[in-house]
């Protein structure tokens, strides 16, 4: 795959896909920018990518451009990229672009576009952060105008990111909430964990280094197994044992619920996201 591909916005998830995207393809092929250019610089030197001064310049060298700025600024960013996108058209150039935008539909997006090139392919992917290790999980939505060529060589940008599924947009919002979102809840989790195991006399590091394998573990085992948490849970709780005392303190301070309404209310934001188009 030969194409060259842009990022406008290099920060926490921008970043990330920038990482993986880095060591899928030779790095050359891959252009950095950022507001705060000295953000891409420094990432650039540390992926062996090049950098674009501008959002504009980025535009006009990248075959796929990835948009990885906030919901609402991409319309500002999509308004300004607009005349240059324009001037390839007129080339005959096929660009592809691709939001990672959380909320925003294509549709939202694509109207954002002046001209000639809002009939330019777009895709809406979801990554989350953890794509920076090669761990993440990562949707992709898109219209009929969008290729099967265009999207092999998406996943060959972005196969280093970790797992990648095609999912109808009208999905996107559940998944960015259980995908997106999950790895904040996670670490909370994890932090939390760690705070009860130095109460009960262990190191920062060694709190931290063990709940988070024990909860990388438990994660592969309900992929790797495809049994039921409930089941696996159980397996752990001997009776009138350490377990089952632990899972009724969670319980009783409504753990479960919790995880839920982290769930629903992450959800209904990122619908409201989507209405700031
Ligand atoms: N963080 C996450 O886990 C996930 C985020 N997303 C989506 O990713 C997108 C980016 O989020 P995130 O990476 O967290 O945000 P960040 O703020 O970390 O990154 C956005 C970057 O874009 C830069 N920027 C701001 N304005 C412009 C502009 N006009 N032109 C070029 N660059 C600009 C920012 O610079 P500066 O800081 O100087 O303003 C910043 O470096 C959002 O749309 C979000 O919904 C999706 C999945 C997961
Ligand atoms: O918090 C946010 O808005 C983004 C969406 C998914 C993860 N972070």
């Known amino acids: ?3 060259k591909i842009a990022f406008i916005g290099s920060g926490n998830m921008g970043s990330a896909l920038i990482r993986a995207a880095s060591r899928a393809l030779n790095p050359q092929q891959i252009y950095i920018t950022d507001y705060d250019l000295a953000k891409a610089s420094s990432l650039a030197r540390e992926t062996g990518c090049q950098t674009a001064a501008t959002n504009a310049d980025a535009a006009g060298l990248g075959d796929f451009i990835f948009l990885c700025v906030k919901p ?3 319309g500002d960013v999509l308004h300004e990229i607009s005349p ?3 001037r390839q058209c007129e080339t005959g150039k096929e660009k592809v672009l691709i939001s ?3 909320g925003l539909t294509i549709e939202t997006l694509r109207q954002k576009l002046d001209g000639a090139c809002r009939r330019l392919p777009f895709v809406r992917i979801m990554p989350n952060t953890p794509a920076a290790i090669g761990k ?14 265009i999207l092999a060589d998406l996943e060959l940008v972005l196969f280093r990111a970790g797992r990648i599924e095609r999912l109808s947009e009208t999905m996107m919002d559940a998944f960015t909430t259980v995908s997106g979102c999950v790895p904040a809840f996670a670490y909370l989790f994890i932090e939390a964990l760690a705070d009860g195991a130095v109460l009960t006399g262990l190191s920062r590091h060694q709190a931290l280094t063990y709940a988070a394998q024990a909860v990388l573990g438990a994660a592969a085992m309900v992929l790797e197994t495809g049994r039921h948490p409930g089941e696996l ?4 709780c001997s009776p009138k044992g350490s377990t089952i005392a632990g899972v009724s303190a969670l319980e009783r301070n409504g753990f479960r619920s919790a995880a839920i309404e982290a769930i629903t209310d992450a959800y209904q934001k990122n619908t409201e996201l989507g209405k700031i188009g």
């Open 72 to 74: 609402q600024i991409i």
């Open 233 to 236: 849970k159980d397996a752990v």
């Open 136 to 149: 993440g999980m990562l949707a992709m939505a898109f219209g009929p105008e969008v290729s099967e060529d």
């Open 1 to 3: 795959m030969n194409k």
């Open 84 to 86: 240059y996108l324009n």
């Open 100 to 102: 990672i935008a959380a």
